[in-house]
């Protein structure tokens, strides 16, 4: 089946949520330009790194000279509804286009190769969790998984981190022993000897 490459060049909307409880959600970054929506599911600890990746390049940027506007960020924009998952993300490739000066965010969908993402082994670990510093630009020629493709100014790419950062801290409360999630009825925390916390 051929590729499918969805581009957005400075979305008006792409941000990131999530549906469902704490400890049974489903995240989702979202981009749309007019009447278009796309929005495609990740993991977590995926959009935490992503997140955290997006900071540190703009920090970089900033500290190269690029103006960054300190004005204060906005609220987390929501996902558009009716939220129809084109896919399920296996790798995230974030970059930087200098001629172009924006952000470039690439999510490439979950293949039948792909080993599933285990969010356990990935809380520190960048590659596991499927980010990767290289830009690689999809083609829609070819075979292989389907592409979300954004290219977003600065300024947008800061608004979207923030959002994404603070999605990610409205989950559980970590376990004050171990940092893990703590579910409303406990766990059993290593750090206790597996006693309930």
């Keep these: 089946m051929p590729r499918r490459v969805f581009s957005f060049d400075r979305p008006d909307h792409f941000t990131c949520g999530a549906v469902g409880q704490p400890g049974q959600r489903t995240f989702f970054i979202q981009a749309a330009k007019g009447d278009r929506v796309v929005s495609v599911a990740l993991e977590k600890a995926q959009v935490a790194v992503l997140a955290e990746r997006v900071a540190t390049l703009l920090l970089a940027l900033r500290q190269g000279g690029l103006p960054i506007s300190d004005e204060p960020l906005g609220p987390v924009a929501d996902l558009s509804e009716p939220i129809v ?20 965010i690439e999510a490439r969908e979950l293949g039948a190769d792909d080993d599933e993402f285990d969010e356990g082994e990935a809380e520190a670990d960048e590659e596991a969790a499927g980010v990767s510093g290289q830009t690689q630009i999809a083609s829609d020629v070819g075979d292989g998984g389907d592409v979300v493709l954004v290219q977003l100014e600065p300024r947008a790419a800061l608004e979207f981190a923030n959002g994404a950062v603070a999605v990610v801290q409205a989950g559980r409360p970590p376990c004050p022993q171990c940092g893990a999630p703590l579910d409303p009825t406990g766990h059993f925390c290593p750090r206790l000897n597996g006693y309930a916390h």
């Design 85 to 104: 998952e084109q896919f399920r993300v296996g790798t995230l490739t974030l970059g930087w286009d200098s001629d172009r000066q924006r952000v470039v």
